[in-house]
T-cell receptor, first 112, second 114 residues
């Protein structure tokens, strides 16, 4: 069974601080996705990383896929209250199935 | 265009009741997924349709759970004889085709079983 472990699980920081969220597995993934979920809403895709070592930037968010495609990280620079939410990493299961396996998520609170 | 919609948004059921949760995917999307999200957890896969065919139901926790998509568009997840452990948010997602990784999620139905 492919598992994704996220750390930390909870983070409360002040506006302007930087943070990094980690997503780790003992399994190789063909790609990994990062989602953000706000209360009462479904997850919204932020980015998909496909190539080992790949780095993608989305405004103040930087996503990295590990060289071995077993881990990924999300770095947020100068966090803002609008960044508050649940950050989930997910990857497709092996065998060509389209279903996604998700980590438990990192609940981020950015205080003004 | 409209996104994935789900109804009802909230459902309270007494233990033992049957419930039906509806998902309207994005028009034209071939793939449809159901996930269960317990409080404080990430979503967990329940079942997957490609058009009207249910290709994977390995995540359904028991035979009390049943899903259908008879015309390849709207889908219904039915839970019979609900139990307290069924309390969760049920998320539906759709995807344009098999080759697209991106899944578009609906807002979910929060089910509370008393």
């Amino acid at each position: 069974t492919q598992l994704l472990e996220q750390s930390p699980q909870f983070l409360s920081i002040q506006e302007g601080e930087n943070l990094t969220v980690y997503c780790n597995s003992s399994s190789v993934f063909s790609s990994l996705q990062w989602y953000r979920q706000e209360p009462g809403e479904g997850p919204v895709l932020l980015v998909t990383v496909v190539t080992g070592g790949e780095v993608k930037k989305l405004k103040r968010l930087t996503f990295q896929f590990g060289d071995a495609r077993k881990d990924s990280s999300l770095h947020i620079t100068a966090a803002q209250p609008g960044d508050t939410g649940l950050y989930l990493c997910a990857g497709p299961t092996q065998g060509g199935s389209e279903k996604l396996v998700f980590g438990k998520g990192m609940k981020l609170t950015v205080n003004p | 265009g409209a996104g994935v919609s789900q109804s009802p948004r909230y459902k309270v059921a007494k233990r033992g009741q049957d419930v039906a949760l509806r998902c309207d995917p994005i028009s034209g999307h071939v793939s449809l997924f159901w996930y269960q999200q317990a409080l404080g957890q990430g979503p967990e896969f329940l079942t997957y349709f490609q058009n009207e065919a249910q290709l994977d139901k390995s995540g359904l926790p028991s035979d009390r759970f049943f899903a259908e998509r008879p015309e390849g568009s709207v889908s219904t997840l039915k839970i019979q004889r609900t139990q307290q452990e069924d309390s969760a948010v049920y998320l539906c997602a759709s995807s344009p085709d098999r080759e697209t990784d991106t899944q578009y999620f609906g807002p979910g139905t929060r089910l509370t079983v008393l």
